[in-house]
C-alpha cells in the first residue's frame, strides 16, 4: 500500500524545548491514526509539521509523496481538511456565512454548505450568529469546515472537545464513512473513551517522544498486559481450589458469587477451559486489555512498569 504520510526521525525544537525527537511513522492511505498523549506530549506539533505549517528541525516529512512544504503541495493542500485545537470563527458571522466563507476560499460550491450544515445538526441554527453558539456547535461547525472539500486527508487536532455522548458517537459513524471512501484521517486526543474501535493504528506520544505505534493488538501483544476475566458461579461452599489454585492460577479474588481472574494472555483458552468444565459455572466473560490501560503502561517508565 502506498503511504500517505512519512515521517522520519523527525524533531522539532525551539531553542532548549523538544516539542518532537526522533518521530519515524508510516501512514497508510485510508486509515485512522490516533495520536494520544499527555498536554505536551507533541500531539499538535505532529499536526502541523503533517499541514506544512512549521517545518521540522531535522528529519524528513513527505506527504502523499511530497515535503508539505513544497510549493507543489499548496494545490493538494486544498483538498486536505484540518480541524484545528482551538476553533474560533468570526463571532459576528453566521454558521451559514462561516462555512461559505471557507468554501469560497476552497472554490467549493454551496451545496456542499447545506450538506453539511444538515449533516452536523446545524442547519436550524445556521443563520444565528457564532457568538450565540455552545462550543459543542462551534465544534460541529469547525468539523464541518474541516470536511468541506471531501478531504482525502483529514487532520483533527482533539476532535471531540465539547461533544456530548451522542455528538461524539455520531462524528465517529462520520469518520468510519470516511474511511470507507478511502479518506486518511489523523486524529490527536487526549480523551480516549471512545476512540478504540474506530482507529486502526495508535501512536502513544510523551514529552515529545514516541512510545508506541501500532494496531491495538499488537500493541496488547507488546504490553503482555494480563487479560481480566469475569465469571459468575453457584458454588455452594465457594470457590474450590480444584477449580484455579491447584493450577497454579492465584492472581484472582472471589466477590458474591463473581470471580475476577487475572491471567497473562497465553493462558487464556486454559482458563476458560477449566471454568467450562466448572458445573457451577454460570457465565464468563473476557476483558482485553482497554487502550485506558495500554496508555497507562506506555507512558509509565519502563524501570517501573508492573509486569
Ligand atoms: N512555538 C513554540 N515555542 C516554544 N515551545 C513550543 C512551541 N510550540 C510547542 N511548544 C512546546 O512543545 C511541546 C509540545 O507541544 P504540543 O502543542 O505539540 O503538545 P500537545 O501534545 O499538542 O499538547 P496539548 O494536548 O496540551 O495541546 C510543549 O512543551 C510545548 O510547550
Not at 499538535?44 to 524528513?60: F, N, Q
Not at 481472574?261 to 464468563?284: C, F, G, N, Q, T
Amino acid at each position: 500500500m502506498t503511504p500517505c504520510i512519512e515521517l522520519r526521525n523527525v524533531g522539532k525544537y525551539y531553542d532548549s524545548v523538544t516539542a518532537l525527537s526522533d518521530l519515524s511513522l508510516t501512514i497508510d492511505q485510508g486509515e485512522i491514526v490516533g495520536l494520544l498523549g499527555h498536554n505536551g506530549a507533541g500531539k499538535t506539533t505532529t499536526i502541523k509539521l503533517i499541514l506544512g505549517v512549521i517545518a521540522p528541525s531535522r528529519g524528513d516529512i513527505t506527504v502523499l509523496g511530497h515535503s508539505p512544504r513544497a510549493r507543489q503541495t499548496n494545490n493538494l493542500r486544498m483538498q486536505w481538511g484540518y480541524l484545528p485545537e482551538s476553533v474560533s470563527f468570526y463571532e459576528q458571522l453566521t454558521g451559514r456565512e462561516v462555512l461559505e466563507y471557507f468554501a469560497r476560499l476552497k472554490r467549493i460550491g454551496r451545496a456542499r454548505c447545506e450538506e453539511l450544515l444538515a449533516q452536523f445538526a446545524l442547519s436550524q441554527a445556521a443563520d444565528r450568529r457564532v457568538k450565540t453558539y455552545s462550543k459543542g456547535m462551534r465544534q460541529r461547525l469547525g468539523l464541518a469546515q474541516a470536511m468541506l472539500s471531501s478531504p482525502r486527508l483529514l487532520l483533527l487536532d482533539e476532535p471531540t472537545v465539547g461533544l456530548d455522548p451522542i455528538a461524539t458517537r455520531d462524528f465517529f459513524t462520520t469518520l468510519d464513512q470516511l474511511r470507507q471512501q478511502g479518506t486518511t484521517i489523523v486524529l490527536s486526543s487526549h480523551v480516549l473513551p471512545g476512540i478504540e474501535q474506530h482507529v486502526d493504528r495508535v501512536a502513544i506520544l510523551g514529552s515529545g517522544t514516541l512510545h508506541a505505534w501500532g494496531s491495538l493488538p499488537e500493541l496488547r501483544r507488546d504490553a503482555a498486559l494480563p487479560l481480566k476475566i469475569r465469571a459468575r458461579g453457584n458454588w455452594p461452599e465457594g470457590v474450590p481450589a480444584s477449580l484455579l489454585q491447584n493450577h497454579g492460577i492465584t492472581a484472582w479474588e472471589q466477590i458474591d458469587n463473581h470471580l475476577l481472574i487475572s491471567v497473562p494472555l497465553e493462558r487464556k483458552l486454559e482458563v476458560l477451559r477449566l471454568l467450562l468444565a466448572d458445573e457451577h459455572i454460570e457465565d464468563v466473560e473476557v476483558q482485553s486489555p482497554s487502550l485506558e490501560a495500554l496508555y497507562t503502561h506506555y507512558n509509565t517508565p519502563q524501570e517501573s512498569r508492573d509486569v
